[in-house]
Each structure stands twice: as structure tokens, then as C-alpha cells.
């Protein structure tokens, strides 16, 4: 069973399939990570992010993991817990100009493809539905209004004791979003055969239980 969830930014895709993952012990992968994961590596290697050569070759020479703890899911980036590093917002800013590079997404494709596997999983992105996996049994596009998530964004913020304005988070979702739908190869879109949710007026369980109704009856 391929599960394949994509959307727009904070629109709750993660914090879902997590929960759907563990409920019904599928592997859970979280492509976002992954180039949040290439733009730390360009970054300490000091590298311009449109350098795709150089980005490349930091890419080859680094390795990217990802590891069970507790019930949590960490990033390792050269053997180094990176789960923080990644979500900066220096690396939020910049993660749409790396992940736009052609050479940067094949790798990543392959490398996400390759994780897939013969495993039961669900996978969360962009181009999940459209690129990674166009076989997959279930694909849902989740959506949800700009202010509601830039308010649970605020809120998940406010939870780590980090404080932003929530018209600044509201900005870089709007803009982020913007970059990620009008990239050359694969934007942000919704699969023609995938299921449209939208989030504004759901909670957690709400949508979790919709996804996992949608899965039971494509099994
Ligand atoms: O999901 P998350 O917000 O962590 O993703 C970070 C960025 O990674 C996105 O804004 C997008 O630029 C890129 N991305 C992508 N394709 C995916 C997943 C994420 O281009 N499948």
C-alpha cells in the first residue's frame, strides 16, 4: 500500500501521517525533510543554492538519515542529529531555490523511490502524487485557508518558545507556496486522481480518521 499525501505548506500534512503511519504500522517518510536536509548541507558547505554543481557534489560526499527514537523521527545528516537545523528559518527561506534544482530532485526522487520500496508507506510532499509515486493506491492533496495555517504554525511555534507574527508566517507560507507551484519540474499540484481535503475546519483526529477511512477502502 502506497500512500501519497501532498499540499501546500503547514497545512498539517506531517503531524496526519505520522499518526496514520504509526496506527497502522506503515513506514512514514517525510520528503520535505529530505531537501531541508540538501539546503543544510549547501549551507555549511558554504555553497551558493543555486550552485547545483557544487550542491551535487556536497550531496554525494553527505549522507541523510532517518531514525526512530521514542516516537519521534530524527534527521541525521552526516551521522548528526540535524531535526532543528533543518526547520531554521534560514533554511525555510531558502529550501524552495534548492529543491527547484533538477539535479538535486533526481537524486532525491531515486533516493525516496528507493525507500519506498515494496514497504507499506505513506509519503508526504509536493510532487508525492504526481512524481514519486503515480502508482499509489491512495493520494490525497490537503488543503487548508493561509490564516488557519498560519495560525496553527503560530501556535506550534508559540509551543517551542519561538515567537513570530503570525502576517510574517502568513507571508512565507504565501510565498514559499508560490515558488514551490511555479517551478519547472514537478511543482506543488494536485494529481488528477488524487482526493481533495480541506483541513480549515478539521482536527487532527478529524483528519486523520477521513485519511485512514480513504486507505481501509483502497485496501
Ligand atoms: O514539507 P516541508 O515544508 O518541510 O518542505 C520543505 C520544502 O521542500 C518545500 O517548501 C519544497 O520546496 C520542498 N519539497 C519539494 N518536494 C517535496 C517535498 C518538499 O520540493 N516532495
Redesign the pocket.
Known sequence: MQVAIDGP?SAG??TVAKIVAKNLNYIYID???M??ACTLIARDGNVDYSDEKAILNLIDQSTIEFKNEGNEQKVYVNGKDASIAIRTPEITEN??QV?ALKGVRQKMVNLQREMAGKNNVIM?????GTT?LPDAQVKIFLIASVASRARRRFLDFKEKGIHQDIADIEHDIEV?DYK?SHRAISPLKKADDAIELDTTNLNIDQVVQEITALIEKNK
Open positions: 505548506a500534512k506531517s520528503t520535505g525533510a531537501y531541508r529550501v524552495s529543491s508526504d510532499g509536493r510532487d508525492i514519486v514559499r514551490d
